[in-house]
C-alpha cells in the first residue's frame, strides 16, 4: 500500500502500439515498397510479395486514448512495442534496417508525449545481425529505449543461430531485457492451418516454447549469462514443463551447462493469462521475482471486457510482497524505470 492507503499502481511491460506518425508516413512516401492505404480509420499495410497485414486500428495506434483503461487497471506506467508484423523481417536487409530505425524514431517521439505514462521497446530487423546490434545501441543511447522486443520466428534463419549472437552480446552488454514474443505468421501458425480458430490460442504458446527451448539448447543463456530474457504470455508451456525438459537433455549427447529448468528459473515471464489460478500457478513455477505485469494491450482494435488485469494478481500472490514485485517492483528493477 502506499503512504495514503492506496494500491500503488502497476506497471505494464506488454503493450503494443503502431505510432500514428509513422503510419501516416507510410502511407504518403510508400518506403522501400511497402504499400499502406488509410479507408475508415484502419491502416493496411503490405510488404513487397506479401500478403496484407491484418488491419491497424483502434488502440493499436498510438493517439488512442489509454486513461480509461489505466485506471479501470490500476496501471500508472506500460512499456509499448509495435505489432511485430509491423517490424518488416521479410524486407531485404539494407531496406528493413531503415525501416525499424524510422520505427523506433517514431515510437521514441511518440512515449516522449505520453507524459511519462509510456516508455518504448527498441525494435529490430534481423536479417543483418551486425546492424541489429548497431540499432539496439543507437536506440538505447539516443533513443533512451530500456529494452526490445524480438519475434520468435523468422522469414529466414532461426533465432539459435550462431550468427545471431552479436545481438545477444549487446543485449547483454547494454544490460537491457529482451523481451520475445511470436508473430503472426510462424511455423506453428502453419502447424496450426487444421485448427484456424486455435491457432491464437495455442500456436503462439508453441513459438516462444520451441524457439525459447532452442535458445537453451544452444547455449546461449551459457555463452552470455547476464542476457535477460522475458517470455510473454506466461512463457508458453516451457515453465510447466521444465522436469521433462531436463530428463530429455540428459539424453542428449551434449548436455548444457546447466540443466534446462536451471536456466528457466532464471528466465522472466509476464502475467498474460488472464485467471489468478493461472497466475498463481506460473508464481509457483517461476517464483514471484521472475514474473511480471503484462496485459498484451493493443493486441486487437479494442480491449477485452472484463479482465481483472492486477486484480488476478493480488488475488494470486502469495503475500502483499509478492504482489508488489509482480505489480511494479520486478519491473522497476529490470527496465530500470522510476
Not at 502497476?10 to 503510419?23: K, N, Q, R, S, T
Request: aromatic share 6%; charged share 20%.
Amino acid at each position: 500500500m502506499t503512504s495514503n492507503g492506496e494500491a500503488p499502481g502497476a506497471i505494464d511491460v506488454h503493450g503494443h502500439c503502431v505510432p500514428e506518425a509513422f503510419l501516416n508516413e507510410v502511407v504518403r512516401t510508400q518506403p522501400f515498397g511497402v504499400q499502406a492505404e488509410l479507408a475508415d480509420g484502419r491502416y493496411m499495410v503490405t510488404f513487397p510479395g506479401c500478403k496484407s497485414l491484418r488491419p491497424i486500428a483502434g488502440v493499436m495506434v498510438d493517439t488512442a486514448d489509454r486513461s480509461d483503461w489505466f485506471a479501470a487497471q490500476q496501471v500508472t506506467h506500460q512499456v509499448v512495442a509495435p505489432w511485430l508484423d509491423v517490424a518488416g523481417q521479410e524486407l531485404p536487409a539494407a531496406d528493413g534496417a531503415r525501416w525499424v530505425a524510422m520505427l523506433n524514431d517514431a515510437l521514441a517521439q511518440s512515449v516522449a508525449g505520453s507524459s511519462g505514462r509510456l516508455s518504448a521497446h527498441a525494435t529490430l530487423h534481423l536479417a543483418d545481425p551486425d546492424a541489429a546490434a548497431r540499432e539496439l545501441g543507437r536506440s538505447v543511447g539516443e533513443l533512451g529505449m530500456r529494452s526490445v522486443m524480438l519475434p520468435t520466428s523468422l522469414p529466414a534463419g532461426r533465432l539459435a543461430d550462431e550468427r545471431f549472437d552479436v545481438v545477444w552480446a549487446a543485449a547483454a552488454e547494454l544490460d537491457v531485457p529482451v523481451v520475445l514474443h511470436p508473430t503472426t505468421r510462424s511455423p506453428a501458425a502453419d502447424m496450426m492451418a487444421h485448427y484456424p480458430t486455435l491457432n491464437g490460442l495455442f500456436g503462439r504458446q508453441v513459438d516462444s516454447t520451441l524457439t525459447t527451448a532452442e535458445l537453451i539448447t544452444a547455449g546461449v543463456f551459457d555463452r552470455y549469462p547476464g542476457l535477460r530474457l522475458m517470455i510473454v504470455h506466461g512463457g508458453g508451456f516451457l515453465p510447466y514443463q521444465a522436469a521433462r525438459f531436463d530428463r530429455d537433455a540428459k539424453r542428449g549427447a551434449e548436455a548444457p551447462g546447466r540443466l534446462p529448468s536451471q536456466v528457466i528459473g532464471s528466465l522472466y515471464y509476464d502475467t498474460v493469462l488472464l485467471s489468478a489460478a493461472a497466475v498463481r500457478f506460473l508464481l509457483d513455477c517461476a517464483g514471484p521475482e521472475h514474473v511480471l505485469t503484462g496485459s498484451d494491450f493493443g493486441a486487437a482494435a479494442r480491449e477485452r471486457a472484463g479482465v481483472a488485469l492486477t486484480a488476478a494478481i493480488r488475488e494470486a500472490a502469495p503475500d502483499a510482497a509478492a504482489a508488489d514485485a509482480v505489480l511494479a517492483g520486478n519491473a522497476r528493477r529490470l527496465f530500470r524505470l522510476s
